[in-house]
């Protein structure tokens, strides 16, 4: 790894994108899968960011981080109500469990 | 100085999505998740992105993982019982998820990465400090948002977006409150409006 500041957040984007794919492949539970969709979103914040200040690009990236915020925000809340109602019918949180809801 | 706070920032930010892997309980993935993403909002402050690190703090770190912690705590089963990853799943993880290093490891490490930072960086010499460059960038980033480009004044501003996804967003969350409602409550109102 050199040093020089855009491969370094690179490769961090790189990490943060692995253990969200990780956390969403490994965990069963349903919240631990969500945390892994926001590592995920944060990864591509990372790029956006990184590649809009360390060049001429301007505020473009910036502005696209801002609408990925809050895209995540509101993922988060539709996928935590359904998570409530999953667990009001299921009395669980296990993903697996979700397969009787195959239509 | 900077720059050693920099990797710093960096490599807390990386061992966090890491433990956030790690960890077996929730609200321990959750502990580690405010870390990871602490830590980021840390670097784009020192990327001289103040308005993205405000907002990464504001509405990341104080909103959506107080809201994962909430839903946590809403769904706690029995609080001994763990979902445990079963050995077969386990072995597909590590697989894929060793593909996917793979790709990354010749994709990532296979770009030069000075050579482009200087080629992005065109004419502008580029600078030795993180704090000199990028555009000092509050005021433009939020006057891009309501239509006004005081950097770049030809380029397209971004008020539609801006407006789409505010009603997006009251959408959202007006549908996730309805989605999550207690159950019986709609039969309950319905007849005491009868």
Redesign the interface.
């Known amino acids: 790894m050199t040093g020089d500041p855009l491969s370094i957040l690179v490769w961090l984007s790189a990490i943060f994108f692995l253990c969200g794919f990780l956390c969403m492949i490994v965990k069963r539970n349903v919240i631990g899968m969500l945390i892994g969709v926001e590592l995920i979103l944060n990864a591509a914040n990372i790029n956006f960011v990184a590649f809009g200040q360390l060049s001429r690009l301007g505020i473009d990236g910036q502005i696209a981080t801002l609408f990925v915020i809050v895209l995540a925000a509101a993922e988060a809340a539709v996928a935590l109500a359904i998570t409530l109602v999953f667990y009001n019918s299921h009395s669980t949180i296990d993903a697996d469990r979700g397969e009787s809801l195959r239509g | 100085m900077n720059?050693f706070l920099?990797?710093a920032l960096?490599v807390i930010?990386?061992l966090g999505?890491?433990s956030?892997?790690l960890c077996r309980k929730?609200v321990h993935?959750?502990a580690s998740?405010i870390v990871?993403?602490s830590s980021?909002a840390g670097?784009?402050f020192s990327?001289?992105?103040n308005?993205?690190g405000a907002?990464?703090l504001m509405?990341?770190v104080g909103?959506?993982?107080i809201?994962?912690i909430?839903?946590?705590m809403?769904?706690s089963?029995s609080a001994k019982a763990e979902?445990?990853?079963t050995p077969i799943?386990?072995i597909?993880?590590l697989a894929?998820?060793v593909l996917?290093?793979l790709v990354?490891t010749f994709t990532?490490g296979s770009v030069?990465?000075?050579e482009?930072?200087k080629l992005?960086?065109?004419d502008?010499a580029v600078p030795k400090n993180?704090v000199e460059?990028?555009?000092s960038?509050f005021s433009?980033?939020a006057l891009?948002?309501v239509g006004v480009r005081t950097?770049?004044p030809n380029?397209h501003s971004?008020l539609l977006?801006f407006e789409i996804?505010s009603i997006?967003?009251l959408v959202?969350?007006v549908?996730?409150?309805y989605?999550?409602r207690p159950?019986g409550t709609q039969q309950e109102a319905d007849s005491t409006a009868e």
Request: proline share 1%; no cysteine.
């Open positions: 720059d920099f990797v960096a930010a990386a999505a890491i956030v892997v929730v993935m959750a998740l990871a993403l980021v670097i784009f990327l001289n992105a308005f993205v907002t990464q509405v990341y909103g959506t993982v809201l994962l909430f839903g946590v809403l769904t089963m979902l445990k990853t799943e386990a597909a993880a894929s998820s996917l290093l990354f990532v030069s990465w000075s482009h930072f992005l960086a065109g502008a993180l460059q990028g555009s960038s433009s980033v891009a948002l950097d770049q380029a971004y977006p996804i997006h967003l959202v969350l549908a996730a409150g989605l999550a159950r």
